[in-house]
């Protein structure tokens, strides 16, 4: 079940790709599946305290280090899906053709 927060409860974690969400386990073990895009603090002291964007709190198992790393990995994977279809060419301005647009050009 998803909350509005983007939290999901399961258990256990499932495997896979789980679109914009990574996995983590709450306190009592269950599994816990989290937007990552709503994530606006990860702290520890001592409990790792994760913070959304909606103002929910969540206390995980994993240490704010491993958030991160879960997070910073799902943000990989991303732009490596990204990638495919850039190259240099794609990255310059257009260049105006002219004699094709009905106006005419001041003369000198």
Known sequence: MVSAGGVRDESPPRKGKTGNMIQL?????????VNSDLIKFVEQSPDTLITLITGEKI????SASAV???IVEFRRSVLRGLSFGLD?????????????????????
């Open 25 to 33: 386990t709450r306190l009592n073990n269950k599994g816990l599946t």
């Open 59 to 62: 206390v995980v198992r994993e």
């Open 68 to 70: 991160l790393d879960r």
């Open 88 to 108: 240099a060419s794609s990255l310059r301005p257009p260049v105006a053709e002219s004699g094709g647009t009905g106006e005419s050009e001041p003369e000198e």
